[in-house]
């Protein structure tokens, strides 16, 4: 099947303090399918999401977003475009509609009833969560909450970071449930996980970093017989 790149690296490199920490990174992930980044902490994978909505700006190479050069979209317009969902699940002080509204308050819009309550129910919240405080929540609840909001801008293309890591057995399959769900709905999800049987189940591709590099790239099914011998270790657990 031939797949249509949602996001495409050719040479990426990016350093911090002099220290590089992705090198000559050059792939695409798939339009419409679920990919999988895995690799040791310190690899560069959350530097790679965060290069992908402009949070970070690459020092050489190019990325394209739907075959465009990633620096014709203004920051708000990519930022819509490219939403991002962190494992702190972090919000602002007040309740969960303050929360859902920030991305129409951003555009100097306001949320309606309805609207609010139907982002509540497609990440699988009660309404009357509305008027709680968001401090109040669930690690679980805050996971959707986030989510929600996420997905308020509509976006076309869905970052997950470590979203699931510090959530229980249930909330997990909860999340996992409605990412496989919004993928359904058309949403190209690019997600980070040190949860290798997740990548199986829930990647449709799967990338390998190593040290800023991609190791080994290709189905999720790679991750039972990875040909690269340092992916070999580390899908057995032994490190680098």
Not at 2 to 29: C, E, M, R
Not at 123 to 135: A, H, I, S
Not at 162 to 187: A, P
Not at 205 to 221: C, K, R
Request: proline residues 5%.
């Amino acid at each position: 099947m031939n797949y249509q790149p949602a996001i495409h690296f050719n040479n990426v490199n990016f350093s911090a303090n002099d220290h590089k920490i992705l090198k000559q990174v050059t792939g695409s992930f798939p339009e419409g399918s679920i990919t999988t980044l895995v690799g040791p902490s310190g690899a560069g994978k959350t530097t790679l999401l965060k290069l992908c909505n402009g949070l970070l700006s690459a020092d050489s190479g190019d990325i394209y977003i739907h075959g465009k050069p990633i620096d014709t979209y203004s920051p708000p317009v990519l930022r819509r475009l490219v939403g991002l969902a962190l494992q702190s699940a972090p919000m602002i002080p007040g309740t969960v509609w303050e929360n859902l509204a920030l991305p129409r308050t951003l555009k100097q819009e306001k949320l309606d009833q309805k609207e609010a309550q139907t982002a509540l129910n497609k990440v699988g919240l009660p309404e009357d969560l509305l008027k709680r405080n968001t401090k109040d929540l669930s690690g679980g609840q805050r996971q959707k909450v986030s989510i929600a909001r996420t997905l308020m801008n509509r976006p076309e293309i869905l970052l997950l970071d470590e979203i699931t890591s510090s959530l229980d057995q249930t909330s997990r399959q909860e999340i996992e449930d409605l990412i496989v769900k919004v993928n359904k709905n058309g949403t190209t999800i690019v997600w980070i996980t040190h949860n290798l049987q997740q990548a199986l189940e829930i990647g449709t591709f799967t990338w390998v970093l190593m040290d800023g590099e991609i190791i080994e790239t290709g189905d999720s099914a790679l991750l039972k017989s990875p040909t690269n011998e340092r992916v070999q270790k580390f899908v057995k657990g032994e490190g680098k």
